[in-house]
Nanobody, 115 residues
């Protein structure tokens, strides 16, 4: 079983930056697709960014040019650098790992963008 532990959330002012980290246990990290999703109360969980084992990256239109996803296959960690944050980015951010039919989620980390 792969465990995911997110960190780096918090309160930031509009225009500020945060970097989220997600550390994974287990041996499949380097061959898995990693991703970040976010969810606000009462709404579905939406994709923010994904990165495949080969380094192919996909972003939601709302974060293109502001967020950057990256991975470190030695540290088994995926990152989400978030710049120019907006109040609309406020959500719980979840890390996910996916390989074949296996998928698991982290516990989530709150990001609040407010003045």
């Amino acid at each position: 079983q792969v465990q995911l532990v997110e960190s780096g959330g918090g309160l930031v002012q509009p225009g500020g930056s945060l970097r989220l980290s997600c550390a994974a246990s287990g041996s499949i990290f380097s061959i898995a697709t990693m991703g970040w999703y976010r969810q606000v109360p009462g709404k579905q969980r939406d994709m923010v960014a994904t990165i495949t084992s080969g380094g192919n990256i996909n972003y939601a239109d709302s974060v293109k040019g502001r967020f950057t996803i990256s991975r470190d296959n030695v540290q088994n960690t995926v990152y989400l650098q978030m710049n120019s944050l907006e109040p609309e980015d406020t959500a719980v951010y979840y890390c996910t790992i996916k390989f074949s039919r296996f998928q698991n989620w982290g516990q989530g980390t709150q990001v609040t963008v407010s003045s």
